[in-house]
């Protein structure tokens, strides 16, 4: 089975429904998710938000925090995740975003390339969220970074499901 196989049966058993938010890699995530058959039961919405006005604007993420930490930050990509899970029409129970940098940096100040930070987001019975987030660097090409990105951001779900406290909400 391969990693994107392997979630839309994880997130299938556990009734759950998933959002994305996404900035490096465009909507693979969601993409890879729907190539399954089935993913129609667990895949709610995906956002691709790559410009900072659209992670403000579509998913909430302050404006401190992407001046105060950076775009490919954990703290951007946590706000991108409980964004997605806030806004209007989302019913999944889990959001995973990521953001991060494919391609070196024009000023040589920013993240290294392959820099990646990636958050999941998890709705709790009494309706709070949990938030997960962790950064990662891969060493390969543009595309394979943003790829390798996706499936990594995938592979994390169900290890930050069994993190969390119980019970989670039943709102698929």
């Known amino acids: 089975m391969s990693t994107e196989q392997d979630v839309v049966s994880f997130l299938t058993e556990a009734e759950l429904k998933l959002a994305t938010a996404e900035s490096c890699t465009g909507g693979l995530i969601a993409a890879s998710l729907a190539a399954v058959p089935g993913s129609g039961k667990c895949l709610d919405v995906g956002f691709v938000a790559y410009s900072p006005s659209a992670k403000a604007g579509l998913l909430g993420v302050r404006q401190e925090t992407m001046d105060r930490f950076g775009l490919t930050s954990e703290e951007v990509a946590r706000e991108m995740a409980e964004g997605a899970l806030a806004s209007q029409g989302c019913c999944a129970d889990v959001a995973v975003s990521n953001t991060g940098v494919a391609d070196p940096v024009g000023d040589g100040k920013g993240p290294p390339p392959g ?37 990594y951001a995938l592979s994390r779900i169900e290890h930050y499901f069994g993190l969390l406290p119980r019970p989670i909400s039943d709102v698929g």
């Open 115 to 151: 820099t990646q930070c990636f958050a999941w987001s998890w709705r709790l019975e009494d309706r709070g969220c949990v938030t997960f987030s962790e950064t990662a660097r891969f060493a390969c090409t543009r595309n394979e970074i943003r790829e390798t990105a996706a499936r």
